[in-house]
């Protein structure tokens, strides 16, 4: 029994590691401050908004921790004696913090150690208790060494109004403590991660950019990872802890790939072969140049995109694919690699996916009071198909719809919200609205639906970002005067601007639902209602236009190619006007004219 209890948990371990994907832009490539996009890819992860409220702690006070993952429970750790405001993966300092799991040696997993602290319980208890990126990194390893880290390889982004950092960790299996080297992003340089170390050889004597672990090569060499005698200044750390495989290049790099080669404007393509996990000598730069540069908005583009016109595109319309669907979808059902008569394929792993729980781009702006430095655009689900609210780290309260009673976390989680979660749904969850929402567009109307999603979708983020702005504005002047009423200020926006998104993406979803049922296209009437009255030109009750779908030219030879003959009409047979009008009935078609 207790074999099978361990199988069981290790399973559980293993599934639900978050498949993240990173942004990373440093003020001098952005035109708002240090930008930090993050998607926190997972099924079983509901995606909810936590808040932990500013607290004081009375001496000897403990803080349960539970693994994020898992939901299992881990132990408890002293609590500090004043923690900060959180909410979501920002704080009232301007401190930003997300990941990406690369997971590493299997042998230097720190699951199962008797460890107290996880990725998850390390991303919020840091938020709670640093204001800068340089504070987060050393208290993250502080943390792990004093009481253990429960969790196996992460990228860490860690962000404030001045700097953006790359802190890379990797666990010690049974010993506490983590080994890491944290890069600082250089100014007009970009970076990304996604599910695989990218960190190799580093300067070991540039404290301003980067800092790591002393015994970051020792350990290492200690674990019989790294020669004794090989020198210090060669030492890669993806390479010894987390060597690059194909699966790590095509479903990870290629991620960061399709991400940073746009912004380099094409410099990325003498890597091809590198992410496409035919040549993993060809690795990537940790950092590079952006050519422009980037707005919130447009790592918001970003953030949505699939592999369009690259040599991944996988929507059918680069090349033939019927995993497209007849909507030419780049969505793909899990899992990532299947079986056919004896040999292994794959589906290419996209930034934009189904399988997200919550997303968010943030930026930390050193131009505004303190307390609304950290300025998220949050959403759960789908990167690609969700407009984002605006949530400043000072917010005290969240919007009921984008809030649960659980938390990601024990203690995050606010009276107030949706009892829904990632198995119950409910209607008055953004989570479930937001999928309601994107599952139209894994199929067979993706393209007939791209317009009305787009359209939207800008619609709301042009409108977030001009009230923002103004908000930015009213800010000042209140917290000049009055920084609590300030702060107050900024939380009623955040949780009416909320509630309105979300009462407007759920007639969203009635819209789109109301244009495709049953298999057509439907649209407004052509006749208008009669008026009280009135007997000409209208009609009794609305009856919208109907027209049939169908699939295009593509699509039908495929059909024909596979069962032709069975669905072969005779010749003729469908001429008459007889059968005209009988196919109209069958149809289920208005067989009248409307005059």
């Given amino acids: ?200 050889t580093f300067n070991q004597n540039d404290p301003d950019n980067v800092l790591f672990a002393s015994d970051v090569v020792t350990f290492a060499q200690d674990q019989g990872l790294y020669p004794k005698d090989a020198p210090a200044a060669d030492f890669s750390f993806s390479d010894v802890y987390d060597p690059v495989t194909f699966g790590g290049a095509r479903f990870g790099e290629a991620r960061v790939w399709s991400l940073l080669n746009p912004i380099t404007n094409g410099a990325l393509n003498q890597y091809l072969s590198y992410v496409q996990g035919y040549n993993l000598t060809n690795r990537m730069p940790l950092m590079v140049k952006a050519a422009k540069r980037l707005s919130v908005r447009d790592v918001m583009q970003l953030m ?8 991944f595109d996988n929507t059918g319309l680069l090349r033939p694919d019927v995993g497209a669907e007849s909507g030419y979808s780049p969505y793909r059902t899990r899992p990532l690699t299947w079986s056919y008569q004896g040999k292994t394929y794959l589906n ?48 005290t309260r969240i919007p009921a719809a984008f809030g649960d009673v659980n938390g990601q976390l024990p203690g995050a989680g606010v009276s107030y919200g949706s009892t829904a979660d990632a198995y119950t749904m409910t209607m008055d969850s953004a989570f479930w609205v937001w999928n309601l929402v994107g599952n139209f567009f894994q199929g067979h109307h993706n393209l007939e639906l791209k317009a009305l999603l787009l359209s939207a979708l800008n619609q709301h983020q042009t409108d977030f970002f001009n009230k923002t702005a103004e908000v930015d504005k009213q800010f ?65 009750r609305p009856i919208p236009t109907v027209n049939d779908a169908g699939y295009d030219q593509a699509w039908y030879g495929r059909i024909v190619a596979e069962n032709g003959p069975h669905y072969a009409v005779p010749s003729g047979a469908l001429d008459s006007e007889h059968e005209l009008l009988k196919m109209r009935v069958v149809g289920g078609k208005q067989t009248k004219p409307r005059n």
Wanted: charge should be negative; include cysteine; glycine fraction near 8%.
């Fill in 304 to 311: 949505r995109t699939h592999n369009e016109g690259t040599w």
């Fill in 476 to 540: 000042a002047a209140l917290y000049a005067t009055d920084p609590t009423e300030a702060v107050e200020y900024a939380t009623t926006f955040v949780v009416e601007e909320g509630q309105k998104l979300f009462q407007s993406w759920l007639q969203f979803f009635f819209t789109l639902f109301s244009r495709v049922r049953d298999g057509g296209i439907i649209t407004a009437p052509s006749l208008p209602q009669c008026a009280p009255g009135a007997t000409q030109g209208c009609t009794a």
């Fill in 1 to 200: 029994v207790a074999a099978l209890s361990s199988a069981v948990v290790l399973c559980v371990l293993v599934s639900h590691a978050l498949a993240c994907s990173n942004l990373l832009v440093s003020v001098g490539a952005s035109v708002e401050g240090t930008i930090y996009a993050y998607n926190a890819d997972e099924t079983s992860l509901y995606g909810s908004l936590s808040l932990y409220p500013a607290a004081d702690h009375a001496p000897g006070t403990m803080r349960p921790t539970w693994d994020w993952d898992t939901s299992l429970y881990l132990g408890e750790i002293p609590e500090a004696n004043h923690t900060y405001n959180v909410v979501g993966n920002a704080n009232e300092y301007g401190l930003i913090i997300g990941e990406t799991t690369f997971g590493g040696l299997p042998q230097l997993d720190g699951n199962g150690h008797g460890h107290l602290i996880d990725y998850g319980s390390l991303i919020w208890i840091t938020l709670q208790r640093a204001k800068t990126a340089r504070e987060a990194i050393a208290l993250i390893d502080s943390l792990c060494a004093q009481y253990g880290y429960a969790s196996n390889g992460e990228s860490f982004a860690i962000a404030d109004t001045k700097e953006i950092w790359l802190m890379e960790i990797m666990s010690k299996g049974a010993a506490k403590g983590i080994v890491w080297v944290a890069s600082r992003v250089p100014e007009g340089y970009v970076t990304s991660t996604a599910n695989q170390a990218r960190t190799r």
């Fill in 348 to 395: 290419e792993r996209t930034v934009g996916t189904q399988q997200t729980g919550w997303n968010f781009v943030a930026h930390s702006r050193a131009w505004v009071p303190t307390p609304i430095a950290a300025l998220m655009y949050w959403s759960p689900d789908d990167s690609s198909t969700s407009p984002r609210t605006p949530v400043y780290g000072c917010a």
